[in-house]
Antibody, heavy 122, light 107 residues
Framework: EVQLLESGGGLVQPGGSLRLSCTAS????????MGWVRQAPGKGPEWVST????????YYADSAKGRFTISRDNSKNTLFLQMNSLRADDTAVYYC???????????????WGQGTPVTVSS | DIQMTQSPSTLSASVGDRVTITCRAT??????LAWYQQKPGKAPKLLIY???GLETGVPSRFSGTGSGTEFTLTISSLQPDDFATYYC?????????FGQGTKLEIK
């Protein structure tokens, strides 16, 4: 059974940083691209970033470019999202999600974690 | 960026009804469209991929059609568990984009 478990969310002041983690199990982590999707309160999902299986190809939403960095450690089955210069409009639940392919092309997400909440407020 | 627009935003229906949700893209996305179901406090769940492919384990009352810029999700006979919010997502190109959602409510 595919399981994705996010951690690292919390309350942070504007301009601060957070590092989200997602620990995966139940599948061959190093074979699949992985991504982050966020959802602000009362809003629809918003794609944030995708990382290819090898870690060599990264894709970002404009809202994340220059501030967020996606990375992975395939030896530890873990995906990361380093978020810097956080703003109030980054407040959302952040989901880790599995891509059904290796990451050469854009895809949908076939499994999602339960999400970790991030609140940016003073 | 490709914008996705769903209609209606809210849909009231009864158990046993057949319902259809529409998703339109601002440019052709061929068949690169997915549908998700989301319940309050839970993550989205994949229902349909490549416009009409039924994800493993999803009941056959869910079906998807369309190509190019117009797509539909149909639930043939609503069950109590189906009352939720539904989202479409295009994966023709980055950035991946979602529709604003359709909330399916009990009439």
């Amino acid at each position: 059974e595919v399981q994705l478990l996010e951690s690292g969310g919390g309350l942070v002041q504007p301009g601060g940083s957070l590092r989200l983690s997602c620990t995966a199990s139940g599948f061959s982590f190093s074979t699949y691209a992985m991504g982050w999707v966020r959802q602000a309160p009362g809003k629809g999902p918003e794609w944030v970033s995708t990382l290819s299986s090898s870690g060599s190809n990264t894709y970002y939403a404009d809202s994340a470019k220059g501030r967020f960095t996606i990375s992975r450690d395939n030896s530890k089955n873990t995906l990361f999202l380093q978020m810097n210069s956080l703003r109030a409009d980054d407040t959302a639940v952040y989901y880790c999600a599995k891509d059904p392919a290796g990451g050469s092309y854009p895809y949908y997400f076939d499994h999602w974690g339960q999400g970790t909440p991030v609140t940016v407020s003073s | 960026d490709i914008q996705m627009t769903q209609s209606p935003s809210t849909l009231s229906a009864s158990v046993g009804d057949r319902v259809t949700i529409t998703c339109r893209a601002t440019q052709s996305i061929s068949g690169w469209l997915a549908w998700y179901q989301q319940k309050p406090g839970k993550a989205p769940k994949l229902l349909i991929y490549k416009a009409s492919g039924l994800e493993t384990g999803v009941p056959s009352r869910f079906s998807g059609t369309g190509s190019g810029t117009e797509f539909t999700l149909t639930i043939s006979s609503l069950q109590p568990d189906d009352f939720a919010t539904y989202y479409c997502q295009q994966y023709s190109s980055y950035p991946l984009t979602f529709g604003q959602g359709t909330k399916l409510e009990i009439k």
